[in-house]
């Protein structure tokens, strides 16, 4: 059973997510709050599978709560997943160099929502398709979540752990990664956490961005022609 808390400000918002996730046999919604400082708070104490949190809320908004439950030093640390109404670059960007696992729009379909969810919860990251292309973009040419340069990667990275990256970037999951290279789901998983740390990162999105950042591969649309 995949636990899942919520935050968000608005009354109805917050029940029609209730209602969404609830109704799916392996996701049980453990917590539910209306501000950042309590989401903060019950997700220290009921350390669920995934939270579910929208940007802007009183007191701590989401993106501040976030940085503090995905912190490679935080205890405990729980994977979260954003929800939100903006699509402003200013919040894509904080959440992912926040460290969180996934980054949705509210208005997407009720089964992406869930599908979100699960991806999260399972280790996988996911970013909403419309902003994909844009975000990598203006990601590479703005910011720089790590000081780490390709060049280091092909000496940091094992020759596996850079297929994984490469993978990664392709947007697969786990388990594709693992028939594509023909090994188990429980190797990838190794790989993966001896390489996020190497590459300074603590999130698959976050490696995603670096891939992308420092040209391991290259921006969908990156040259403006996508």
């Given at each position: 059973m995949i636990r899942v808390l919520l935050a968000d400000d608005q009354h109805l918002v917050r029940a029609g997510?209730?209602?969404?996730?609830?109704?799916?046999?392996?996701?049980?919604v453990v917590g539910v709050a209306a501000d950042g400082d309590?989401?903060?708070?019950?997700?220290?104490?009921?350390?669920?599978?995934?939270?579910?949190?929208?940007?802007?809320?009183?007191?701590?908004?989401?993106?501040?709560?976030?940085?503090?439950?995905?912190?490679?030093d935080a205890d405990p640390r729980v994977p979260v997943l954003v929800l939100t109404t903006f699509d402003l670059d200013e919040y894509?960007?904080?959440?992912?160099?926040?460290?969180?696992s996934g980054f949705l729009l509210k208005d997407s379909e009720p089964e992406d929502i869930v599908r979100a969810v699960r991806q999260v919860a399972s280790g996988q990251g996911t970013i909403d398709q419309t902003l994909t292309r844009r975000v990598l973009a203006e990601f590479v040419q703005r910011r720089r979540l790590q000081p780490?340069?390709?060049?280091?990667a092909d000496d940091l990275l094992t020759p596996r752990e850079r297929e994984i990256l490469l993978l990664l970037a392709q947007g697969?999951?786990?388990?594709?990664?693992?028939?594509?290279?023909?090994?188990?789901?429980?190797?990838?998983?190794?790989?993966?956490?001896r390489m996020l740390p190497k590459l300074g990162v603590s999130s698959r999105l976050q490696a995603?961005?670096?891939?992308?950042?420092?040209?391991?591969?290259a921006v969908p649309g990156g040259d403006g022609t996508g």
């Open positions: 997510l209730t209602a969404l996730l609830a109704a799916e046999d392996d996701l049980d309590r989401a903060l708070a019950m997700a220290r104490d009921l350390v669920p599978d995934v939270a579910c949190l929208d940007v802007r809320m009183p007191g701590l908004d989401g993106i501040e709560v976030a940085r503090a439950l995905c912190a490679p894509v960007f904080g959440a992912l160099e926040a460290g969180v780490v340069t390709a060049r280091r697969m999951a786990n388990d594709d990664i693992a028939r594509a290279l023909v090994v188990e789901v429980s190797t990838v998983k190794s790989h993966l956490a995603v961005v670096w891939a992308y950042q420092n040209h391991v591969v």
